[in-house]
């Protein structure tokens, strides 16, 4: 219902239904102030923030007491089997120094994993605008040039809960005639590469808005060149400020798209154009 919801107000923001000052209203500006400082104005990961937790929980576990872990984790695992209460064992595992990492890997085995629904099959359709079936007409003409119908993924690295504008963009693809293979928040570069690579994409988008694509993304590019699937383009979309969008073009990343491109047929015609120029088709 979300995703539904949200698909109508975009397309009531791009038809100027909806009046967003800065956006589809009044769009005439100058530069801020308060980021004349581009750069310092956004938030960015430290890279040695990652060192430093992995080298502490390094330290953690070498001044343990393997064997009492080993117990914890063994009568947490024998627990999860049955329908007894889990905090006994669970208190059991903090005492002997078991990390939250460790604890949820022992449920993992017995439980799984769950990923919520992403909401986009049963998503109500994009509508029917002139624009929108000008892509439709480029995907049908490059699928029968190509011999294939146009897989796109759309992923979400890292810890990035921000789901909206992911879903948005894999619903207007699907509408647009793709074939979209969208999986959810919170996934690995490893997992979107391994996905990339089984459904035999031709474009990887990556929404990322959190602050670390510049460590998330080309994790991503480099996965798909080790892949030996280096030529399929990989775009991303977030709050990315310009030198960061001119240091993920560097690093082989094909378009950058920021919340000033907010209409969205715009950016699947500019998709289809990608996809066409990496497989040596005019565009």
């Not at 102030?33 to 330290?59: H, K, N, S």
């Not at 997992?191 to 670390?212: D, K, N």
């Not at 500019?270 to 040596?280: F, H, Q």
Request: net charge negative.
């Amino acid at each position: 219902e979300l995703v539904s919801t949200l698909a109508a107000r975009r397309q009531r923001i791009e038809s100027g239904e909806d009046v967003v000052v800065g956006v589809n209203r009044f769009d005439t500006t100058e530069p801020s102030p308060l980021q004349a400082d581009a750069a310092g104005a956004i938030e960015r990961l430290d890279p040695g923030a990652e060192a430093a937790a992995r080298e502490a929980v390094a330290a953690w576990r070498a001044s343990r007491d393997d064997g009492a872990v080993r117990a914890a984790l063994d009568e947490l695992r024998d627990a999860a089997k049955t329908d007894v209460n889990l905090m006994p064992a669970t208190i059991t595992c903090a005492k002997a120094g078991v990390t939250t990492g460790e604890w949820a890997g022992v449920l993992r085995e017995t439980f799984g994993e769950y990923r919520a629904p992403t909401g986009i099959a049963a998503a109500a359709g994009s509508g029917d605008t002139k624009s929108l079936s000008r892509v439709r007409e480029r995907v049908r003409a490059t699928e029968k040039e190509m011999g294939a119908r146009l897989r796109l993924l759309v992923g979400k690295p890292g810890l990035d809960g921000h789901s909206n504008g992911a879903e948005q963009v894999a619903l207007r693809a699907r509408d647009a005639g793709f074939e979209v293979v969208y999986q959810g928040i919170r996934l690995t570069p490893a997992e979107i590469v391994a996905a990339a690579v089984q459904e035999g994409v031709h474009l990887v988008g990556l929404s990322v808005l959190s602050g670390s694509h510049l460590g998330v993304v080309p994790a991503v590019v480099d996965g798909l060149r080790a892949a030996g699937v280096g030529d399929v383009p990989v775009i991303a979309g977030g709050i990315i400020p310009p030198a960061d969008a001119a240091a993920l073009r560097e690093a082989g990343v094909a378009a950058v798209f920021t919340p000033k491109d907010f209409r969205m047929d715009e950016i699947m015609d500019e998709i289809v154009s990608l996809i066409r120029t990496a497989n040596g088709l005019p565009d």
